[in-house]
């Protein structure tokens, strides 16, 4: 079986994945919204297990170079759970981009290919800004 095929799992974690950030999105724009940014974390966390699985899940955070998101991402979740959503966001915030930080690259690399977007993206000033914070670490 490749690591990249399409299982039904796969495509529930994706979907889960993706109404997480819906959620979150929607409690941000909602006020800080405690109980659907509660949601769309947990959301957010199965769909990424059910994505790349449980243990590649429980291994990306439990690097010893992803501590600090990990611990930021969770005291952001505990935040938010105990209805002080404005603190845990910020956190969270924090965690995530130290988190997956190392997949920036990747996202640059999608964003020029895109048809016309990917023309905005090739510019030079862009290029160098890509390539000026490209993570040096892989990120699973």
């Given at each position: 079986m490749s690591s990249f095929e399409m299982n039904d799992l796969k495509k529930i974690g994706l979907g889960l994945t993706g109404f997480g950030i819906f959620f979150t999105f929607l409690g941000v724009i909602l006020f800080f919204d405690k109980g659907l940014l509660a949601m769309g974390n947990i959301l957010f966390l199965s769909g990424l297990a059910l994505t790349i699985g449980p243990k590649s899940t429980l291994q990306f955070f439990m690097k010893p170079q992803n501590y600090k998101g990990t611990?930021?991402?969770?005291?952001?979740?505990?935040?938010?759970?105990?209805?002080?959503?404005?603190?845990?966001?910020?956190?969270?915030?924090?965690?995530?981009?130290?988190?997956?930080?190392?997949?920036?690259?990747?996202?640059?690399?999608?964003?020029?290919?895109?048809?016309?977007?990917?023309?905005?993206?090739?510019?030079?000033?862009?290029?160098?800004?890509m390539d000026r914070y490209r993570g040096k670490r892989v990120p699973v």
């Open positions: 611990i930021s991402f969770g005291v952001g979740f505990f935040f938010v759970v105990i209805g002080w959503p404005i603190i845990g966001m910020i956190s969270e915030s924090y965690g995530f981009i130290v988190l997956f930080s190392g997949f920036w690259p990747t996202l640059a690399v999608f964003l020029q290919r895109i048809p016309l977007l990917g023309w905005v993206f090739q510019h030079p000033f862009f290029r160098s800004l």
